[in-house]
């Protein structure tokens, strides 16, 4: 029991340590204007509230709180760090279009340590540009539609292979390792088994660091995360440098995958990328496209077995482009997922009540203000989609269920509003790849099974992304008039 109790009894006396000096820190010369509110426990902060919150899906509850204190603009601390939120669209829009100079993408301690500082999400001036550049060649309208014919091939062998004796299947888990595979096979081009099932167990690990405390002493999720971020990078390296031998004796194209594409970009001095700058990226983007996808996806088989009518409509939307398709095309393509508008806008409906993204973190680089608060240099600046996407003057009834509000709108939605995906420069570059993923996904298993929910009370929690509390078990059997 001793020997159990020393690296706790260490570790709070540490944290009390740093909790003392940090405050002592903080305390001098703070602007007086700064928002009203609480910086919570030192160091902690309020990160256990804010993420309890999230867990329970009640994050709402926890902004509404401090908003009805101290108004849409209030001081807190997460992950490590002072934090200033700012709710609204007037907020959106001051958050997500200041100059890089001013609020950087920069990231808390946890996203960096698993990102890595090279990132997209860290990157400023011409190197963004660049690498975004680049990252877009593959996620584009243009290109995508070249890749329907495949996605569509890995969703039906999925399914078949994982429904083929399973009356019963969890959809997170199938989910996540559904977008997962898409991302190594239509982006990545990682094809070795155990390098995959190597390198899934590994960003499972890092991603549950990216939202937890920065306190990295053994045994602990932000700890475990940088050990799997350090076996990721060295299971990519070898990939990295046998590609690169490919490409210098023009045995592979750039235009095979996005890791040989950036492999081959030189900067504005005619420079290779550094192995950081890849690697950084890499991890990146297998965590942006894998869970992101992967929420957005399991929400929508939640929703169509909880609301018939929804389902009614979603089935004979895309069972009139089978019966369209027929004698024609043995795959889905580019054409289909264009009908598929109904059922993009039960998507859009979802990601509006459920964002993906409950906010994002900026970093203020130099003093700023807001509304006639100052906003210290160092301090964190959050904006939180719910301040828009559940207001009744922007959406009319917003605890209704109504895609239609995305059909023809009886007043456009005015901008900074509607933010799954972000708004600004750092717009999420990959929305058009996770629509076509989850409209080829949703085609699939509508027409080749019928389902329903094992818990049909199934609640949402955030961890941090949205998903059913249980991972979403369903009872599924072939459908009837089944065309595969």
């Not at 890092?206 to 299971?235: C, M, V, Y």
């Not at 929400?299 to 024609?328: A, C, F, H, P």
């Amino acid at each position: 029991m001793v020997v159990v109790g020393i690296p706790f009894i260490f570790i709070c006396a540490f944290t009390l340590s740093l909790a003392f000096l940090l405050s002592k820190f903080l305390s001098k010369g703070q602007p007086k204007n700064v928002p009203k509110g609480s910086l919570g426990y030192p160091i902690i902060g309020e990160t256990l509230s804010f993420l309890k919150a999230q867990r329970q899906n009640k994050g709402s509850d926890w902004l509404e709180q401090r908003t009805s204190k101290y108004g849409t603009v209030f001081k807190t601390s997460l992950m490590g760090s002072p934090t200033v939120f700012i709710i609204g669209q007037a907020g959106n829009k001051f958050v997500l279009s200041s100059p890089d100079d001013v609020l950087s993408a920069k990231k808390p301690l946890t996203l960096q340590k698993i990102f890595g500082r090279q990132s997209l999400v860290e990157l400023t001036g011409s190197r963004y540009r660049l690498v975004k550049g680049e990252m877009m060649k593959f996620l584009k309208p243009e290109c995508l539609q070249n890749y329907v014919k495949e996605m569509d091939e890995l969703v039906n062998t999925e399914l078949l292979r994982e429904f083929k004796e399973n009356e019963t299947i969890g959809v997170v888990e199938f989910m996540k390792k559904l977008s997962y595979d898409m991302a190594c096979n239509i982006l990545f081009d990682i094809k070795d088994e155990n390098t995959r099932e190597a390198l899934f167990e590994d960003f499972i690990i890092a991603f549950k660091a990216i939202h937890s405390l920065p306190i990295n002493f053994p045994g602990t999720t932000f700890w475990r995360g940088q050990r799997a971020r350090e076996r990721i990078i060295d299971r990519i390296l070898p990939i990295m440098n046998k590609r690169r031998e490919e490409l210098s004796k023009g045995l592979l194209s750039s235009t095979n995958d996005m890791l040989s594409c950036l492999l081959a970009l030189r900067d504005e001095n005619h420079q290779p990328l550094a192995d950081d700058i890849i690697t950084d990226n890499f991890i990146f983007l297998f965590v942006a496209s894998h869970d992101t996808s992967a929420t957005l996806m399991t929400l929508m088989i939640w929703k169509l077995s909880r609301d018939q009518e929804v389902y009614n409509k979603v089935l004979e939307e895309q069972m009139e482009i089978i019966k369209q398709r027929e004698g024609t095309e043995d795959r889905l393509t580019w054409a289909d997922v264009q009908k598929m508008k109904y059922t993009w806008r039960v998507a859009q409906e979802l990601m509006r009540m459920i964002p993906p993204l409950f906010g994002s973190f900026r970093k203020a680089l130099k003093d700023t203000s807001y509304q006639g608060y100052d906003i210290p240099k160092g301090w964190q600046v959050y904006w939180a989609a719910y301040g828009t996407h559940m207001n009744n003057d922007i959406f009319k009834n917003p605890l209704k269920f109504d895609p239609s509000r995305f059909e023809t709108p009886t007043k456009p939605i005015p901008p900074f509003s509607y933010l799954p995906f972000g708004a600004g420069l750092h717009y999420c570059i990959g929305n058009e790849f996770a629509r076509v993923e989850t409209l080829t996904t949703i085609h699939n298993f509508i027409k080749m099974y019928e389902w329903s929910q094992v818990n049909p009370e199934e609640p949402i929690t955030r961890q941090p992304m949205p998903y059913p509390s249980m991972g979403l078990p369903i009872k599924i059997k072939p459908r009837s008039n089944t065309m595969t």
